[in-house]
């Protein structure tokens, strides 16, 4: 009788230090998430959001939410006319930061900072949900 009291508290024991080491154990691995595209709005007047930081590569949509033509005009491209309703798209492949102005109306600034982290040059792929199986 005294074994099986032992070999009971031998059992707590190991149970007790295995919960203990699994919890001590736990890290948290977060995935930074790469996105391979942003959007940004144009409404009342405004860049929302008006600063962005994306990896390079990335395609940044700007869509005019607003009742006037807007553009998207810095130093190295120039989007033209955006209507209302229409967008632009342009792809930042190169690092670097990026002001923008509306050359209509020069009071709309916005930010565009490509970071240089992703330079290698692969877009990292986001593994597809496996399929589920037919029942
Ligand atoms: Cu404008």
């Not at 009971?8 to 977060?30: D, M, R, W």
Request: glycine residues 8%; negative net charge.
């Amino acid at each position: 009788m005294k074994k099986l009291l032992a070999v009971a508290a031998l059992c707590v024991l190991v149970l007790t230090l295995l919960i203990s080491a699994g919890c001590g154990k736990k890290t948290e691995t977060t995935t930074p998430i790469t996105p391979t595209s942003s959007v940004i709005k144009i409404k009342d007047f405004a860049f929302d959001p008006a600063e962005i930081t994306v990896a390079p590569g990335t395609s940044v949509t700007w869509i005019n939410e607003d009742s006037t033509v807007h553009t998207i005009t810095t130093t190295t491209f120039d989007s033209g006319e955006i209507k209302p309703n229409e967008q632009y798209k342009f792809t930042f492949g190169t690092p670097g930061t990026y002001d923008y102005v509306c050359s209509i109306h020069p009071s709309m600034k916005g930010k565009v900072i490509v970071t240089g982290e992703s330079s290698s040059g692969t877009v990292p792929t986001i593994p597809e949900p496996p399929t589920p199986p037919g029942y």
